[in-house]
Nanobody
Framework: QVQLDESGGGLVQAGGSLRLSCAAS????????MAWFRQPPGKERELVAA?????????SYADSVKGRFTISRDNAKNTVYLQMNRLKPEDTAVYYC????????????????WGQGTQVTVSS
């Protein structure tokens, strides 16, 4: 069984920062990819960032967050982080952590397990 618990969401003004955490339990850190998705109100869920478990821990980002967000993982703590800087109102969404046994993809259906989500609201 795999469990993912997100935390760190909240309300922040535009230009501010938040750090999301995803604590994983179960057989997750043999997973190839851990990722953050987000779902804005009334829109589809989209990939924000992903990180692989391969030795160099390669990362990938959506164009809309490149240069502002950073994904990282701490294998000793079984935790993945999303550092979000220079937040914009359009970053407002529910943010989800997800894992899959395979390389990163943007397809929601490719991911095997999901967290419950954490709300991020950015005010203008």
């Amino acid at each position: 069984q795999v469990q993912l618990d997100e935390s760190g969401g909240g309300l922040v003004q535009a230009g501010g920062s938040l750090r999301l955490s995803c604590a994983a339990s179960g057989h997750t850190f043999s997973a190839d990819t851990m990722a953050w998705f987000r779902q804005p109100p009334g829109k589809e869920r989209e990939l924000v960032a992903a990180i692989t478990s391969w030795s160099v821990g390669s990362t990938s980002y959506a164009d809309s967050v490149k240069g502002r967000f950073t994904i990282s993982r701490d294998n000793a703590k079984n935790t993945v982080y999303l550092q979000m800087n220079r937040l914009k109102p359009e970053d407002t969404a529910v943010y989800y952590c997800a894992v899959r046994w395979g390389p990163p993809t943007p397809r929601v259906l490719d991911y095997n397990y999901w967290g419950q989500g954490t709300q991020v609201t950015v005010s203008s």
